[in-house]
């Protein structure tokens, strides 16, 4: 798999796709990585299904620009791990607004980038505990308790 994606980076002959094992789904997935290649992966994404394995690595190989080493590529990870370092706010957010659990996971993670815009915002209107706030470093607003003046009520008022 590696080496079909480094003869794609370095190699001009195309004698080597007959005997690739990969897959040009795979391949694909690997090269949208490369954010200096994902216009031509999004002009080419429309035949990986559409043609067959050899002629759609035939394809790639042909309009990707030669480089005489393949670069180092960072595999990109989703961002479920992170949602679940928040889900104490996540759960007041969803409550919050009443949404089913099913409509809450299609927007969860355009939520959580939000609140990591503006964590204190976020903390201090759901009411947030103290050692939430003293884990993710955000600076801890302390409301002053005010204090409550007793009025008398009805005919009591006037008297």
Known sequence: MFRTINNMYTSFQQDWIKTSPASSVVVMKFLGMNKELLPLCRK??????????????SLINSQMPKEPRAPFIKYIKSSKENAEEFLFILDKVQNYFNYSDKEFEGIKYLVLDEIKKDMRYWFDFYGVDEKHYRKHKVELTKVKKIKEVVKPLGLSAFM
């Open 44 to 57: 080419l994404d429309r035949y990986t299904f559409k043609l067959e394995n050899t002629s759609m690595l």
